[in-house]
Nanobody, 114 residues
Framework: VQLQASGGGLVQAGGSLRLSCAAP????????MAWHRQTPGNQREFVAQVTGGGVRRYADSVKGRFTIDRDSPKNTVYLQMNNLTPEDTAVYYC?????????WGQGTLVTVSS
C-alpha cells in the first residue's frame, strides 16, 4: 500500500498547515486513517484518527487545534493544524489501518519556529 503524504513545511508559531495523504481507492474505502508524528530519538506518537464511518479522536496535546478529515471521493485524509507551537515540530506520518496492520506513508516534515 503506497500512501502519499504532503503539506509539511516551515511555519511560525501560531500559524497553520494542512497535511494531505492520498491512498489507493480500493484500499481506502471504509478503512480507518490516522496521523502520527515522530521526533528524533523518540517513538512515533499518535496524533489523530478518523474511522471509516467518520468518527474522530485526537491526542490530548492537539485537541482543539488539529482537525482530521477524510474525503472519500478523493481517497484522501487531511490534517488541518492550527495554532502550531514549536512542540508540534516533527515528521508526520499518515497511516491506513487494516485490522491490526498499519500501512505507513513516507512522512512529511513540519517545523514550527518560535
Amino acid at each position: 500500500v503506497q500512501l502519499q503524504a504532503s503539506g509539511g513545511g516551515l511555519v511560525q508559531a501560531g500559524g497553520s498547515l494542512r497535511l494531505s495523504c492520498a491512498a489507493p481507492g480500493k484500499i481506502f474505502s471504509g478503512k480507518d486513517m490516522a496521523w502520527h508524528r515522530q521526533t528524533p530519538g523518540n517513538q512515533r506518537e499518535f496524533v489523530a484518527q478518523v474511522t471509516g464511518g467518520g468518527v474522530r479522536r485526537y491526542a490530548d496535546s492537539v485537541k482543539g487545534r488539529f482537525t482530521i478529515d477524510r474525503d472519500s471521493p478523493k481517497n484522501t485524509v487531511y490534517l488541518q493544524m492550527n495554532n502550531l507551537t514549536p512542540e508540534d515540530t516533527a515528521v508526520y506520518y499518515c497511516a491506513l489501518i487494516n485490522g491490526r496492520k498499519y500501512y505507513w506513508g513516507q512522512g512529511t516534515l513540519v517545523t514550527v519556529s518560535s
